[in-house]
């Protein structure tokens, strides 16, 4: 088992088999045969699509070919989505460039409300034809709001540099009403916010434990709450992903965990034109124009943008639940009122790219110079960082898979308010993302669930205070960074539970020493304290909570407002995937946190061997009870996981994972294992002269949620833009068995092989 410092354990796998290089099928001849294959499937489920969809009933016909088509009638349905359509683009890669308006975005400048259409149009439409694009679910809102500073009664999270968050508010709405923008974090927004899942098998139905925490059956993967359009095309869409073929004799299904299987593709947009151009030549007087309206007012959500480096006054959009080959041009102005947000992860995407771009291209002079200029720059740069593969608006190439890999996700962690990610694959397009379900936040086994409930730690202050005072002698003041000016009480709970003096904060650590636990504490920017900080300290970091008073802004309430910078999954070569900021790091600042699914450790390992080894266990384990077992493991100290694991690896029939993560200080008993299911944490690789550290984190918003112990990553060294974030398995300076995986961290002081 190898140890993560500060009680992060992880075990040993091998590279999982999503990671080995697949053939693109670029010609993507299944398109065609699908979507005329489903076809009848189609024009059968629009049947079922309701009234307020765009998708109206239609009689079956033959589709007529594209060039057939009425342009006109794609320009009002898909707002002007042809109007562009002979601007050369071909859908190249983004580049660093960027428009006026971009760099205003970035910078999170507020703009005046703007109507794209009247302003960009040389010849517009009559008015009524007119629709409008909707940007990225993420900023629907925030289009239809003012721009508007928060009200005292709102206010917004996150700390240090410009988020993504912060500059969001500040822009405009094309249509400028005033309804709620939903990047102002109210009380009552953050109340409904899931702070974790609870899974209980022995339940029939999911129901709510409250406005946070749901309990379910299983946990299922699917589309983010607000992806709306992409549910609809998932029921109704022609294009659906191809299926891969891997090894020999195995198949596959390129269908990712929580990403849409199927989509609205070219044969869907047809059908619709088609059906809105009968509709509207059957219709008379009025109810013409009350079609045509509707028609004009159907709305489309923008998943992507990308430049067309030969115009910059164009850009590609992609919309949520279409495949990519029903992209359309627009104009860049447009996109940067309509679609904001997008904009801005756009130009985050091409900022963090252009970096890549930079340091590979230092690599690839390195490399000339070492092979005696034998090759050529562009030879050496490919090896290092090729252009996306968007030769062709085929929807089965990767390319596309990894942008709705980017947005699923981005939107799951948007609809926890934090910052959005990206998966990149620079050296090698032909990589697979990783196959794994997204999860913002920790899915808890219920066994794991009720154990946190019933803790120490989950009991209220005044609850702790009346049963521990009698055996404590001191319980220091009210200070601290907290926000709260009449003092915090978070350094008190910190001592009952985990100070020297409560008698509990003293452990025993691995090498048979006796070390005190350290509470590490925030600055009033929500920056920890790393001043005597050692990879190997017992260390937890105290949260406040409503009940210590002080607002959701609190400097030591940072786990909570959690991710704020963006940032990228980016393929490391042999490594594997890694972590990179997309915007710097100060130190002591937090990156993320560590979801995954949490067990009791016991029934975490055991739930990971095959049958036959799980059986072995419960019948043992159900000729004891719980309590007769811990003791004997005191009396006889054993190493619990050598005892389960070995059955199973003796057989060779486990795939060791090095996805797991344990509690030194605030549970032992408890293992969150990323390996399916879990964060961007998952993809922290080790280095030996690591530049972030994992902290075990006591944190709830509201001290009536069970206390669940939680990781969280923070800097403990500067990072800039575009650098790998790395954690440390293991003490470097601890000696410890190695495996024959080779350390590929690159640093001067490295060990050579991770350890065991
Ligand atoms: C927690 S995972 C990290 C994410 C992983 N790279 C991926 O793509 O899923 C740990 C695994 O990453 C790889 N890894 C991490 N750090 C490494 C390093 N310094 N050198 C080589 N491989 C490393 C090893 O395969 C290890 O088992």
């Not at 925490?213 to 946990?219: D, E």
């Not at 942008?403 to 397009?429: C, R, T, V």
Request: with cysteine; glycine share 6%.
């Amino acid at each position: 088992m190898w140890k993560f410092i500060g009680g992060m354990v992880v075990r040993r796998r091998s590279l999982p088999e999503v990671l080995a290089p697949a053939k693109i099928s670029e010609n993507n001849g299944g398109h065609d045969r699908k979507t005329s294959r489903k076809r009848s499937t189609f024009i059968k489920t629009v049947d079922r699509v309701s009234s307020s969809s765009p998708v109206k009933k239609i009689p079956h016909r033959e589709p007529e070919p594209e060039s057939n088509l009425s342009r006109n009638h794609k320009i009002t349905s898909f707002f002007r989505r042809r109007t562009n359509e002979d601007v050369p683009c071909e859908n190249t890669p983004p580049t660093s460039g960027k428009s006026e308006k971009s760099e205003a975005a970035d910078a999170g400048t507020s703009r005046k409300a703007v109507n794209p259409i009247s302003e960009q149009e040389p010849s517009p439409p009559p008015k009524s034809r007119r629709s409008k694009p909707k940007s990225a679910r993420s900023t629907s809102k925030n289009q239809r709001s003012k721009s508007k500073t928060p009200s005292s009664s709102t206010v917004k999270l996150g700390t240090g540099p410009v988020s993504w968050r912060n500059s969001e508010t500040a822009r405009s709405s094309p249509n400028g009403d005033e309804s709620d923008d939903d990047t102002v974090i109210t009380e009552e927004k953050l109340r409904k916010i899931p702070t974790m899942i609870v899974v209980d098998p022995s339940i029939k139905r999911p129901f709510k434990y409250n406005e946070r925490i749901r309990v379910v059956p299983k946990f299922e993967p699917s589309l983010p709450r607000g992806c709306g359009e992409a549910k609809k095309a998932e029921a109704n869409g022609t294009w659906s992903r191809k299926r891969e073929r891997k090894n020999a004799g195995e198949e596959r299904e390129e269908v990712w965990p929580g990403i849409p299987d199927k989509k609205y593709g070219k044969r869907d947009e047809w059908t619709m034109n088609k059906a809105d151009r009968e509709a509207e030549e059957q219709a008379d007087g009025p109810e013409k124009d009350r079609i045509m309206r509707e028609i004009a007012e159907r709305q489309w959500v923008a998943q992507a943008l990308f430049e067309c480096p030969d115009d910059p006054t164009q850009t590609k959009v992609l919309y949520e639940g279409w495949s990519s080959e029903t992209m359309s041009t627009q104009l860049t102005d447009e996109t940067n009122s309509t679609a904001p947000l997008v904009m801005m992860y756009r130009n985050i995407r091409e900022k963090f790219l252009a970096k890549m771009k930079e340091e590979a291209e230092i690599r690839a002079i390195e490399l000339m110079n070492a092979l005696g200029r034998k090759i050529s720059f562009e030879e050496a740069l490919a090896k290092f960082f090729v252009q996306p593969p968007i030769t062709s608006f085929s929807p089965s190439s990767r390319f596309w898979l990894y942008q709705d890999m980017d947005y699923f996700h981005s939107m799951q962690q948007k609809e926890h308010l934090l910052g959005p990610i990206w998966y990149m694959a620079m050296s090698n397009p032909e990589q697979l993302p990783p196959f794994y379900a997204y999860s913002s936040v920790n899915i808890v086994d219920k066994e794991a669930f009720d154990l946190c409930k019933n803790s120490l730690a989950s009991l209220s202050t005044p609850d702790l205070i009346e049963k521990f005072y009698k055996h404590s002698t001191v319980f220091p003041g009210r200070k601290g960074v907290c926000s709260n000016s009449a003092g915090c009480k978070c350094n008190q709970r910190f001592n009952i539970l985990y100070g020297h003096d409560s008698g509990m904060g003293r452990r025993m650590v691995d090498s048979g020493h006796v070390q005190v636990v350290k509470q590490i504490k925030h600055d009033s920017n929500g920056i920890l304290d790393l001043a005597d900080f050692r990879v190997s300290d017992l260390r937890v970091i105290m949260e406040c909570s409503d009940e210590c008073g002080c607002p959701h802004t609190c400097p030591r309430r940072r786990l909570q407002q959690g991710q704020t910078k963006p940032m990228v999954i980016y393929h490391e070569g042999e490594k594997g995937f890694g972590i990179r900021a997309a915007e710097g790091f100060k130190r002591g600042e937090l990156i993320c946190e560590y979801t995954g699914k949490m067990f009791v450790y016991n029934q975490a390992i055991v739930r990971t061997l095959p049958k036959h080894a799980q059986e072995y266990l419960n019948e043992r384990s159900g000729k004891k009870d719980k309590k007769t077992t811990e003791e004997e493991m005191i009396e006889k100290p054993v190493d619990r996981e050598e005892e389960i694991v070995k059955p199973v690896d003796t057989r060779k029939k486990r795939k060791p994972t090095s996805y797991q993560a344990g509690f030194s200080v605030m549970n032992d008993e408890i293992v969150i294992c990323a390996g399916k299911e879990g964060n961007i944490a998952r993809f922290a690789n080790h280095s030996c002269e690591p530049n972030a550290a994992f902290f075990e984190v006591h944190s709830r918003r509201y001290v009536s949620d069970p206390l669940i112990p939680r990781v969280a990553i923070y800097a403990t060294k500067d990072i800039a833009l575009g650098e790998e974030v790395t954690v440390a398995y293991w003490d470097p300076t601890e000696q410890r068995k190695k495996t024959d995986i080779e350390c590929r961290c690159g640093t001067a002081s490295c060990m050579k092989f991770l350890p065991k």
